[in-house]
T-cell receptor, first 115, second 116 residues
Framework: DTEVTQTPKHLVMGMTNKKSLKCEQH?????MYWYKQKAKKPPELMFV???????INESVPSRFSPECPNSSLLNLHLHALQPEDSALYLC??????????????FGQGTRLTVV | AQKVTQAQTEISVVEKEDVTLDCVYE???????LFWYKQPPSGELVFLIR??????QNEISGRYSWNFQKSTSSFNFTITASQVVDSAVYFC?????????????FGSGTRLQVQP
């Protein structure tokens, strides 16, 4: 199984809603990542978890709250988002964090629209 | 600071043409890794290749080939005999080690359209 599975694939939420994005992998990878990708732009790193601990937070606003309940799961909790947060949210995993000397496997993403 | 430049925003070719996607990078690290990813319309990023800074050998994988030249800080990607299924956005990316910037820094991407 070389897949990273993200749910839901599409999400529309209001600015007062609370929702969560989920990411799952069963490759035994110990590093997991959240990226944000705006239309026609490259992915931008948001968070990195290494061995279930938050390793990198790229100064992401607190309305985005990551969680790694176990080595296979990564969540992104969303609260009080703004329309400019609408984007494709990509999850990735790799064998370990480090110099990315192992390829990262990406999910298909959740396309989020904030109204 | 590290930087990846993909100067070609969009390229359109006709099927069976060869096409080269350019990537130029900047880094102060001596040890770093370069990547190419493909992003089809479905959205997921598909890993194509990883190359470390000490390995300047060119690589060929089927219709794909990569030319890594440290002297010009370039890591170009050539698709030979392009096919419609090659239509996608292609990202070049860099990961450093010395400065601790370990996660991927992506270039802005090149959108390749292969016309039948």
């Amino acid at each position: 199984d070389t897949e990273v599975t993200q749910t839901p694939k599409h999400l529309v939420m209001g600015m007062t809603n609370k929702k969560s994005l989920k990411c799952e992998q069963h490759m035994g990878h110990r590093a997991m990542y959240w990226y944000k990708q705006k239309a026609k732009k490259p992915p931008e790193l948001m968070f990195v978890y290494s061995y279930e601990k938050l390793s990198i937070n790229e100064s992401v606003p607190s309305r985005f709250s990551p969680e790694c309940p176990n080595s296979s799961l990564l969540n992104l909790h969303l609260h009080a988002l703004q329309p400019e947060d609408s984007a494709l949210y990509l999850c990735a995993s790799s064998q370990k964090e480090g110099p990315m000397n192992t390829e990262a496997f990406f999910g298909q993403g959740t396309r989020l629209t904030v109204v | 600071a590290q930087k990846v430049t993909q100067a070609q925003t969009e390229i359109s070719v006709v099927e069976k043409e060869d096409v080269t996607l350019d990537c130029v990078y900047e880094t102060r690290d001596t040890t770093y890794y370069l990547f190419w990813y493909k992003q089809p319309p479905s959205g997921e990023l598909v890993f194509l290749i990883r190359r470390n800074s000490f390995d300047e050998q060119n690589e060929i994988s089927g219709r794909y080939s990569w030319n890594f030249q440290k002297s010009t800080s370039s890591f170009n990607f050539t698709i030979t005999a392009s096919q419609v299924v090659d239509s996608a956005v292609y990202f070049c990316a860099l990961s450093e080690t010395d400065t601790g910037r370990r996660a991927l820094t992506f270039g802005s991407g090149t959108r390749l359209q292969v016309q039948p």
